[in-house]
């Protein structure tokens, strides 16, 4: 039989990549992993108990319906890294502010995540997953601000996501290539089965809501009809985290653009695209909102959104390309 690496073990294994090589971030990992076998369950039993509808009148920071097993999913992600002793604080798509952990005030580290990506997908039973980032504090120590979570995409320690699928998978990197790990429900847990994830440079496969399509802005009009005329393969889930683990091992680009409902874009920039952009650029693909890479963006606030396009390098960069020859900017020039 195959030697089996579990996740504890490859994080102790892997120690040196971190940054600060304490411990503590390896702890932070293992916590959000035992979290997440716990939302995996609850996943896999939404259509047995009355959990997956909607919480009474209860909405996000961003004025949308919240799903129970999201208010489950960020409780249990809080309290595994409240017990951690590791983290001084947590932001998340559920929470209107970042919410300090008393407990551990002169922690290194916060997290932000998103616990529960793709939720309204829930009651199809359609793959759904957690999204997380993992940042040094820049604040001394004490309670944490608002400051240690407004950082840029590029200073992230280490970001990953958990996909909860026809398997359960953790993805995660801290810098130094992106490992995936699927949960054994027999042994509850995450073994080793993708290492050091490639994205191809090049596919055949464009992820989008193209029932927006009228929506969108000319460049990426154009770019939507360059991979029709190619008859590229149009696949798009609705959940991030499978649209984005797809292209991951497939290869693609998955677009999530402005439109002129939505003109900054629909996706949080702190919690879902960072993070996503990180896992993206370090299995060398590309993430831009078009003009910027993402990483480089300016945070400025918890719940900042931006648009995305991400995945294979070839096509990214085919798409900024089209954005740049029809900027207004450019026919200035
Ligand atoms: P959520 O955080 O409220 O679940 O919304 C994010 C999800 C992403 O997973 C997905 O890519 C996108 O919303 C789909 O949106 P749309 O239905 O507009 O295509
Ligand atoms: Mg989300």
């Known amino acids: 039989m195959a030697k089996i690496t579990t996740l504890d073990e490859f994080i102790i294994q892997r120690q040196k990549d971190f940054p600060y090589a304490t411990g503590e971030l390896s702890g932070l990992l293992r916590d959000i992993g035992l979290a997440s076998k716990i939302i995996s369950r609850e996943v896999n039993k939404a259509g047995l108990a009355d959990i997956s509808g909607a919480a009474n009148s209860n909405q996000n920071a961003s004025g949308e319906e919240v799903q129970k097993l999201d208010v489950l999913a960020d409780n249990l992600l809080i309290s595994c890294l409240q017990n951690s002793g590791e983290c001084c604080g947590i932001a998340s798509e559920e929470n209107h502010t970042f919410v300090p952990i008393?407990?551990?005030?002169?922690?290194?580290?916060?997290?932000?995540?998103?616990?529960?990506?793709?939720?309204?997908?829930?009651?199809?039973?359609?793959?759904?997953?957690?999204?997380?980032?993992?940042?040094?504090?820049?604040?001394?120590?004490?309670?944490?601000?608002?400051e240690d979570f407004l950082?840029?995409?590029?200073?992230?320690?280490?970001?990953?996501?958990?996909?909860?699928?026809?398997?359960?998978?953790?993805?995660?990197?801290?810098?130094?290539?992106?490992?995936?790990?699927?949960?054994?429900?027999?042994?509850g847990e995450f073994c080793l089965s993708h290492a050091d994830m490639q994205i191809p440079k090049q596919?055949?496969?464009?992820?989008?809501?193209?029932?927006?399509?009228?929506?969108?802005?000319?460049?990426?009009?154009?770019?939507?009809?360059?991979?029709?005329?190619?008859?590229?393969?149009?696949?798009?889930?609705?959940?991030?985290?499978?649209?984005?683990?797809r292209t991951l091992i497939k290869g693609g680009i998955f677009m999530y653009p402005a439109t002129t409902k939505a003109p900054k874009g629909k996706l949080r920039l702190l919690y879902e695209?960072?993070?996503?952009?990180?896992?993206?650029?370090?299995?060398?693909?590309?993430?831009?909102?078009?003009?910027?890479?993402?990483?480089?963006?300016?945070?400025?606030?918890?719940?900042?959104?931006?648009?995305?396009?991400?995945?294979?390098?070839?096509?990214?960069?085919?798409?900024?390309?089209?954005?740049?020859?029809?900027?207004?900017?450019?026919?200035l020039v």
């Not at 909860?164 to 801290?174: D, E, R």
């Not at 695209?273 to 918890?302: H, S």
């Not at 648009?307 to 070839?314: A, E, T, V």
């Open 203 to 245: 596919s055949d496969i464009y992820s989008v809501n193209q029932g927006a399509y009228r929506k969108f802005n000319a460049a990426t009009q154009a770019y939507i009809d360059d991979c029709m005329d190619r008859s590229y393969t149009f696949r798009y889930v609705g959940s991030m985290v499978a649209d984005v683990h």
């Open 151 to 187: 950082q840029d995409g590029v200073e992230q320690i280490a970001a990953g996501y958990v996909l909860y699928g026809s398997s359960t998978m953790l993805v995660y990197t801290a810098g130094n290539g992106v490992n995936g790990f699927t949960l054994d429900p027999s042994i």
């Open 102 to 146: 008393h407990g551990s005030p002169n922690a290194k580290y916060v997290v932000l995540f998103d616990p529960l990506d793709g939720s309204s997908n829930i009651d199809a039973g359609i793959s759904i997953g957690t999204i997380f980032a993992i940042y040094r504090r820049v604040s001394d120590d004490g309670v944490c601000t608002l």
């Open 273 to 331: 695209c960072n993070p996503l952009a990180m896992i993206v650029e370090q299995a060398g693909g590309k993430a831009t909102d078009g003009k910027q890479r993402i990483l480089e963006l300016e945070a400025t606030e918890l719940h900042q959104r931006t648009p995305i396009y991400m995945g294979s390098s070839d096509m990214v960069t085919q798409l900024e390309e089209v954005v740049y020859q029809m900027s207004p900017a450019k026919e």
